[in-house]
């Protein structure tokens, strides 16, 4: 049996709380402390951002501070999570030699194994669902993620015990269901609580010990309760003050928009890399890049390691240069590839090009291509596109049009000009009314052998329903909107249903730019399918009446 710390540091703010994971990770690789499993909670709430993300695009800055929320920078990568009160966080921090053979994927899976029997013994049925999750009956209950440096590891997660679904709505700025009932409803079945599946919820001490006999199981350890050490205060008196700076929390950001900056999305299962391009486009030559997202990677510092490999690089040497450093280095990428990075920054710099076929440099990062086959290109799907798919967020909120299909184009919205460059070009415009809408309207695409398509969408639903897009296997362009989205006034869920009310813009520059490359004698006719009625829970003001 080996000999670890037992150690609960209780309840403390969350720059507390992430330096106590520095001061750890750092007097481990110290030899200074033995391997630890510490607990912890956090009071008051808080926001933490993976160590790879941007603050202001992954949370809501503003709500947090009115609402006496922290936001801080985890050391770990993955996506950013809510913290309150309630839930009762764990770490381990260990020497790698004492997992000999195992990789971070490894260890992953034998720590959260660990983590799901704890839960058992409390009496769900959890269960460890690749690649850092824990649930119960398909429902998250605990998100996971580690780091390791110096041959030490840091491995952390959570146990929901109640949980404020509206608060983490509110606190995280991701694409979400309406809070309403049902969009309450719809984030619930996504993710669950103790207090949701026992009658009686474990007092915290039951879930600690619950857990800690299930990690000395699988780790082969021995617990002796400890406090931290004299150095360990000491250290974290010297640290605090670093992670409650503005400079640690927003240590990453996105790139100044006055720099000729590409930008691109690239979601995969393992995770979302967004790129940002600082490039020298006269010169084919790649002078900087940052690269953020929810994916884990391991060491951290490797990221930043990668980035500066890839600093002043010709294009042509890019993707070789990706592949040669993660050849070269031990990282592990937990669902990742090193292909992922290399198609991420590749959908960067092809953005470069997009002046031939009549795109404006800044409008080149709102273009986000879908299901390009390789060896094909964008300007080859644009030309054989023969459906026009559109947000009914862009008509008029009383127009009779809004929840249909059609327009008299009145030239009262965007919506007008973009079925009269449909027209012009032979495409079949739609009207996109709900999401399960858009589902099968890109069914019955695939299954009349539409070749490709344009669609219009903000990047927070491109970002959300990628997997739609992407499972439908059609070749296409989507471009960006801008004004009252769904997302920016935080009514996905009226968006989802169908009967959202304030109206967006379409980019008609970009629109018109695109559809010059359409090739009008595609040949495709795609005979689109009933549109859905609206939903019925919900009454819409249109022009004429009620629709109820």
Not at 367 to 383: A, T
Not at 475 to 499: F, Q, R, S
Request: hydrophobic content about 40%; charged content about 25%.
């Amino acid at each position: 049996m080996k000999a670890w710390r037992l150690l609960d540091t209780g309840v403390r703010s969350a720059a507390e709380n992430i330096a106590l994971d520095q001061v750890l990770f750092d007097s481990r690789i110290a030899d200074e402390i033995p391997n630890t499993l510490r607990f912890m909670q956090f009071s008051p709430p808080a926001v933490l951002v993976g160590h790879h993300q941007v603050v202001v695009q992954e949370a809501r800055v503003d709500w947090c501070r009115d609402h006496g929320v922290d936001v801080n920078r985890r050391l770990t990568g993955g996506g950013a999570i809510y913290f309150d009160s309630t839930q009762i966080g764990w770490e381990l921090v260990g020497a790698t030699t004492d997992f000999e053979g195992i990789d971070m994927t490894g260890l992953t899976r034998t720590v959260c194994e660990a983590a799901a029997t704890g839960l058992r013994e409390l009496g769900v049925a959890a269960e460890f669902r690749p690649r850092n999750d824990i649930e119960v009956d398909g429902r998250k209950i605990s998100g996971t993620g580690g780091v390791a440096d110096d041959g030490i590891f840091l491995y952390q997660g959570t146990v929901l015990v109640e949980f404020d679904i509206e608060a983490m709505l509110l606190a995280l700025r991701i694409p979400t269901e309406k809070l309403t009932p049902r969009g309450l409803e719809t984030a619930r079945d996504r993710v669950t609580c103790l207090s949701d599946l026992l009658t009686e919820v474990p007092t915290a001490q039951a879930i600690r010990e619950a857990l800690t006999g299930s990690f000395a199981e699988a780790l082969g350890a021995e617990f002796a309760p400890g406090g931290l050490s004299h150095s360990e205060l000491e250290r974290l008196e010297e640290k605090l003050p670093e992670f409650e700076s503005d400079d640690w929390i927003h240590s990453i950001s996105a790139p100044d928009g006055e720099k000729q900056i590409y930008s691109s999305i690239h979601k995969r299962p393992g995770g979302m890399l967004r790129v940002h391009a600082a490039v020298d486009v006269k010169r084919s030559w790649l002078r900087q890049v940052l690269i953020t997202g929810d994916f884990f990677i391991n060491p951290r510092r490797a990221i930043m390691d990668l980035e500066a490999e890839l600093m002043n690089t010709p294009f042509p040497e890019v993707r070789g240069t990706i592949t040669r450093f993660f050849d070269q280095n031990q990282v592990d990428l937990v669902g990742l590839t090193p292909a992922d990075f290399c198609d991420a920054v590749k959908l960067a710099l092809e953005q470069t090009s997009y002046n031939r076929i009549g795109i404006s440099e800044g409008d080149a990062s709102s273009v986000y291509p879908v299901n390009v086959p390789e060896g094909s290109s964008i300007e080859q799907v644009m030309s054989d596109a023969s459906v026009l798919l559109l947000p009914y967020c862009a008509k008029l909120p009383d127009c009779e049009y809004r929840f249909t299909q059609g327009c008299d184009e009145c030239g009262m919205c965007t919506i007008g000009d973009a079925y009269g460059m449909a027209k012009e070009k032979n495409l079949e415009a739609i009207t996109i009314v709900k999401f399960e809408h858009l589902k099968e309207t890109l069914a019955g695409m695939k299954a009349q052998g539409v070749k490709s398509w344009i669609g219009c969408a903000c990047e927070p639903f491109f970002i959300k329903r990628n997997e739609a897009f992407r499972d439908a296997g059609i070749p296409g362009v989507i471009l960006d909107i801008v004004g009252k989205t769904c997302y920016n006034l935080g009514e996905e869920g009226k968006a989802y249903a169908g009967t959202f009310e304030a109206q967006a813009d379409l980019k008609l520059p970009l629109l018109e730019a695109v559809m010059g490359n359409v090739n009008p004698c595609h040949g495709t006719c795609f005979i689109p399918s009933k549109t859905p009625e609206a939903d019925t829970d919900q009454r819409v003001v249109a022009k004429g009446g009620v629709v109820e």
